[in-house]
């Protein structure tokens, strides 16, 4: 099948950045749309972002201009760079994204979840 593991979370001052990557492992095909999205506690979840297969690129109000979104599909791996961070954006982040896959012969669609990655924005 598919997996999505998120990396790159951690601790990080108000104003500074991290990179988030979320790579995608097994008999991949393709990797259409991907998202990224953001809970945190005591909170819905969020939609951050999202990538098409094109590379064509949208952000949620809160993040614009501060968040990037992009893409290698030759790593098969989606990145989250975030600048300019503030505490407010401290949340588990996941990704999600349609993968095809190869299952035998066949090429199987799949929505799937990363397990999330913990980014906590704090001095």
């Known amino acids: 099948q598919v997996q999505l593991v998120e990396s790159g979370g951690g601790l990080v001052q108000p104003g500074g950045s991290l990179r988030l990557s979320c790579a995608a492992s097994?008999?991949?095909?393709?990797?259409?749309?991907t998202g990224w999205y953001r809970q945190a506690p005591g909170k819905e979840r969020e939609l951050v972002g999202t990538?098409?297969?094109?590379?064509?690129?949208n952000y949620a109000d809160s993040v614009k201009g501060r968040f990037t979104i992009s893409r290698d599909n030759a790593k098969n791996t989606v990145y989250l760079q975030m600048n300019s961070l503030k505490p407010e954006d401290t949340a588990v982040y996941y990704c999600?994204?349609?993968?095809?896959?190869?299952?035998?012969?066949?090429?199987?669609?799949?929505?799937?979840w990363g397990q999330g990655t913990q980014v906590t924005v704090s001095s």
């Open positions: 999600n994204a349609d993968v095809q896959y190869y299952s035998g012969s066949y090429v199987v669609s799949y929505n799937s």
């Open positions: 097994g008999r991949i095909f393709s990797i259409n749309r």
């Open positions: 990538i098409s297969s094109g590379g064509s690129t």
